[in-house]
């Protein structure tokens, strides 16, 4: 596969712009990290999925795998654009010919921003077919009522992708009918049905809850088919583990390389302490978790690309990555010693922000029993 080693040099070059001070400050404040965001869409990072013939660079998702990476690895946050790459794919593969020349063409300058993704509920979590939020037709237009959690960049985003019921569960011939997808305009629905309430959490994510009352959403503004709207986010959801495992990998080597740095020069009882076999090991040992977990992650871009199901290698990819940069991150802060709690040295921040992949976008245990039942063949434990 494609390494794209002339995209991530130039990543690279514009994430030095953004350096650690940056990220503490924007840590510190929960603030969004808008000038980084701008920079990067005015190099087109954000516009690599959408078709040149809409001003995109018509790149395959191994691409922005690579973006996403580098943003990790140079100890950047693209948890900040990363919804805008994985959620193209529903937009791309379902939204008709009039939607996308709609909206594509701004999405690429950067006009528009699509980093919103309603899908999560309170009283639902992981269990998608359970949602509650529903959307009824009336007239033109579509009435939405409900409410949405764990929807990061809410506040930051022009356009959302939102999955709601169209049809009541006592209605459907199957378990997975009844839901759509709509393209959400965030500024026009705010205040006019739509109200945003962030969230305080332990990473600098901006997530948010949304409440929607009587929210009017224009009947051209469903995506594909009425009912057909779990299929179309699940075909995304792969993609969204691949992007979110590619992050993982960066976030690993961002570790390995600032423990393997400071276990060199940090001198105890008159030697490097890296020269110890108790500081080695659990830096070599992520470093080998990433080499396996990146090569599964490449096994599954690989295989999204061709067309073919690679519903086994995203889940295990995004598992694997998650543990791996998990493992890196413990093995920086313990080399680091009570440094690796001190904020100017980064390692905490990323440390906080790795370790959201433990359990989003969807937790190990549920990764576990997908291999259980889809490759294994075991009962359905759910």
Request: glycine share 10%.
């Amino acid at each position: 596969m494609q390494d794209y080693s002339d995209i991530r040099e130039e990543v690279a070059k514009l994430c030095q712009k953004f350096p650690g001070e940056y990220w503490r400050a924007r840590d510190k404040a929960r603030e969004y990290p808008s000038k980084f965001v701008a920079a990067l869409g005015e190099a087109g990072y954000l516009a690599a999925l959408i078709p040149e013939e809409f001003g995109g660079a018509g790149l395959p998702i191994s691409a922005a795998a690579a973006i996403l990476e580098e943003i990790q690895a140079q100890g950047c946050n693209g948890g900040a654009v990363h919804a805008q790459m994985y959620i193209m794919g529903t937009m791309l593969r379902h939204g008709s010919e009039e939607q996308k020349s709609q909206y594509l063409p701004k999405i690429a300058t950067g006009e528009l921003r699509l980093q919103a993704f309603g899908v999560t509920e309170p009283s639902s979590g992981t269990d998608t077919l359970a949602l509650k939020t529903v959307a009824k037709r009336d007239g033109d237009d579509y009435v939405i009522n409900g409410q949405k959690l764990w929807t990061s960049r809410a506040e930051h985003s022009d356009l959302m992708l939102l999955l709601a019921r169209t049809t009541p569960r006592d209605q459907i011939a199957k378990r997975t009918d009844g839901l759509s997808v709509f393209l959400v305009d965030m500024n026009a629905a705010l205040g006019n049905g739509l109200t945003i309430r962030p969230i305080e959490t332990m990473m600098n994510h901006s997530t948010t809850e949304l409440f929607f009352d009587n929210m009017r959403v224009p009947a051209a503004n469903l995506i594909g088919e009425e009912g057909n709207g779990f299929r179309y986010i699940l075909s995304g959801m792969n993609a969204e583990r691949l992007l979110i495992a590619a992050e993982c990998i960066g976030d690993a080597k961002w570790f390995i390389e600032k423990a393997t740095a400071y276990a060199k020069e940090r001198v105890l009882f008159g030697r490097p302490i890296g020269q110890n076999q108790g500081v080695q090991f659990p830096i070599a040992r992520a470093y080998a978790q990433m080499r396996a977990a990146e090569l599964l992650v490449h096994e599954g871009l690989r295989k999204y690309e061709a067309g073919e199901n690679c519903g086994e290698e995203a889940n295990m990819a995004k598992m694997l990555a998650a543990d791996a940069s998990w493992a890196a991150g413990e093995a920086c802060v313990q080399t680091h010693g009570g440094f690796g709690f001190a904020a100017e040295y980064d390692v905490e921040r990323k440390f906080r922000e790795t370790r959201l992949y433990q359990v989003a976008p969807i937790s190990t245990n549920m990764i576990l029993s997908y291999v259980a039942e889809h490759v294994l063949g075991l009962p359905r434990s759910y």
